[in-house]
């Protein structure tokens, strides 16, 4: 990502439903909205904040390329210039780069498509700790957090969401693969952030595109940016929050 890059400091500061994937229905859209509506609220004046945070080691290599694809589309449908996105990633021997807050959706996406995947561990503690300082210095209406493992102490890891919690801050954690244990630690990582949590399924990218359109768009502009939405999973997200 080059110059527009930073390095984050190394410092740990402090929902759900099933897959929108393979064997998915209708009704686990629904719920997966559900779960989203009943956190939305009125937006303040001023751009809506969204922290787009990718495991960006080896094991995701097979599907990167389809990331990008929905990283780009998932904005398709905000009025430009009323959403500020920020991307996060983390690969190889202790890497955690952030990028500036973009209103240009496509340049965020060329930043994102100069990532190559490297072999490392996870470093999700990384993700808490910017968001929550990001989120002290102007408040961040939503993470969405892409991965497919973890590799840190799960329960200091489900601290930190705790407080990202109790700052207002959600997240929606997509998972990729079927991994039991990183469910049940994604899946509360989404509870404790009263976020939701998804499956990041290359069988479904049209829904799954859908679904991070409906999360950008409450990021956004809430409900009222919502109604301009066409998709089911923003209709089924509509009538939550009447």
């Avoid at 929902?15 to 303040?44: H, L």
């Avoid at 080896?58 to 990008?68: G, N, V």
């Avoid at 808490?128 to 957090?145: C, K």
């Avoid at 479904?204 to 950008?216: Q, T």
Wanted: some cysteine; charged content about 25%.
């Amino acid at each position: 990502m080059g110059e527009k890059d930073r390095s984050l400091e190394r410092r740990d500061q402090p929902g759900s439903v099933t897959n929108p994937g393979e064997g998915s229905s209708s009704s686990d859209i629904a719920a997966f909205v559900k779960q989203v509506g009943a956190m939305a609220r009125p937006m303040g004046s001023g751009k809506g904040r969204l922290l787009f945070a990718l495991d960006a080691t080896m094991s995701r290599q097979p599907t990167w390329d389809l990331a990008c694809q929905l990283q780009a589309e998932m904005f398709e449908a905000i009025p430009k210039g009323t959403l500020q996105v920020q991307l996060q990633y983390f690969r190889g021997f202790g890497e955690c780069r952030a990028s500036k807050w973009v209103v240009d959706a496509s340049a965020l996406a060329r930043l994102m498509t100069g990532i190559e995947c490297r072999g490392g561990n996870t470093q999700i503690s990384k993700v808490f700790a910017h968001a929550r300082a990001e989120h002290a210095r102007q408040r961040i209406n939503a993470v969405v957090y892409v991965g497919d493992a973890i590799e840190e102490d799960v329960d200091a890891l489900a601290d930190k969401a705790g407080q990202l919690g109790l700052l207002g801050c959600p997240m929606f954690v997509f998972q990729e693969g079927h991994d039991s244990r990183v469910e049940a630690a994604f899946r509360e990582f989404a509870r404790l952030t009263k976020g939701a949590y998804a499956r990041f399924d290359s069988s479904a990218p049209r829904e799954l595109a859908e679904l991070l359109k409906a999360v950008a768009a409450y990021a956004s502009g809430g409900r009222d940016l919502l109604r301009l939405q066409k998709s089911a999973p923003a209709r089924a997200l509509l009538e939550q929050l009447r």
